[in-house]
């Protein structure tokens, strides 16, 4: 998370209302957020396996 105490009054708006959108959407959209995990993690899985099985070969 990035250091905010050295921006302008406006750029902590920014930030803090960007932070905000972004809870807020990982809150309403719980769903989305462990598909989108679960994707990755099988992938990561899969190369590993596929990792594991070129060392043994």
């Known amino acids: 998370m990035?250091?905010?105490a050295?921006?302008?009054e406006?750029?902590?708006a920014i930030?803090?209302?960007r932070r905000a959108y972004k809870k807020a959407w990982r809150e309403n959209n719980k769903e989305k957020i462990k598909a989108a995990n679960d994707?990755?993690?099988k992938?990561?899985?899969e190369k590993?396996?596929?990792q594991a099985q070129?060392?043994?070969v």
Do not use: G, M, P, W
Request: glycine fraction near 0%; hydrophobic fraction near 40%; avoid cysteine.
């Open 2 to 4: 990035a250091d905010i």
């Open 6 to 8: 050295n921006l302008s």
């Open 10 to 12: 406006e750029e902590k």
């Open 15 to 17: 930030v803090l209302a």
């Open 39 to 41: 994707r990755f993690y």
């Open 43 to 45: 992938k990561q899985a």
């Open 48 to 50: 590993l396996a596929s």
């Open 54 to 56: 070129k060392e043994t």
